[in-house]
């Protein structure tokens, strides 16, 4: 069984991201095991000179390390991911690379309709970045809007078409998980390619 690891996208106490992880955590428990970690609790980022990652950010970095993939629910903000996403994903690609040619889906819920369309078009280009170089399921949006009215008593979604989407979608996630593990003649040189880039004093 695969482990995966769920990153929730904001520091919100009473979230829906997190509800929706919480959910895929148990409607999926026959299929992978998914351990939901936290983003908040990290300083502000701030290129400290010596390189030295927060205990934190080492903790989930080697939680991703050991993982088969991850799936990051974020909200919406702006049109883009929460500061506290990307502080995460800062000190996440900074003296250390957990994400790199590391499979990851990605999935929101917002109130609106769009349901953070905007905000996982802005993900994507970060997780894009050489400095993080994830693999990113391609063609995969799982948009969840108007979620006031999405979740039942139990947190769990209540549209069965959603569900269908989701579990379409999971399906597809465990196969480009297992279609990454065959993409391994690039790694050595993504890892050279990013220790460059660490070395190199980012403006």
Same mark, same amino acid.
């Given at each position: 069984m695969r482990k995966f690891i769920g990153l929730v996208g904001t520091n919100t106490t009473q979230s829906t991201n997190r509800q929706l992880l919480q959910f895929m955590k148990r409607h999926f428990v026959k299929q992978a095991e998914l351990e939901l970690i936290e983003v908040s609790g990290l300083p502000m980022f701030n290129k400290p000179q010596d390189?030295? !990652? =927060? /205990?934190? *950010?080492?903790?989930? @970095? #080697? #939680?991703?390390? @050991? %993982?088969?993939?991850?799936?990051? %629910?974020?909200?919406?903000?702006? &049109? *883009?991911? =929460? *500061?506290?996403?990307?502080? @995460?994903l800062e000190w996440l690609s900074y003296g250390i690379h957990p994400l790199l040619d590391k499979p990851v889906m990605i999935i929101g819920a917002s109130f609106g309709s769009l349901g953070t369309s905007r905000a996982q078009a802005h993900l994507?280009?970060?997780?894009?970045s050489p400095e993080i170089s994830a693999r990113v399921m391609p063609? %995969?949006?799982?948009l969840v809007g108007h979620v006031l009215e999405a979740f039942d008593d139990k947190g769990d979604l209540?549209? #069965?078409?959603? !569900?269908?989407? $989701?579990? @379409? $979608?999971?399906?597809?996630?465990?196969?480009?998980?297992?279609?990454? #593990? /065959? $993409?391994? &003649?690039?790694?050595?040189v993504d890892k050279k390619e990013v220790q460059k880039l660490g070395k190199e004093d980012f403006n």
């Open positions: 390189m030295k !990652v =927060p /205990e934190r *950010a080492t903790e989930i @970095a #080697k #939680k991703i390390d @050991a %993982s088969d993939g991850v799936i990051i %629910s974020t909200p919406e903000y702006d &049109h *883009a991911v =929460p *500061a506290v996403l990307m502080n @995460a994507r280009q970060m997780l894009d063609s %995969s949006e799982y209540t549209d #069965k078409d959603k !569900v269908e989407q $989701l579990d @379409a $979608l999971f399906a597809d996630f465990q196969q480009f998980v297992e279609i990454s #593990k /065959e $993409l391994w &003649h690039t790694v050595k």
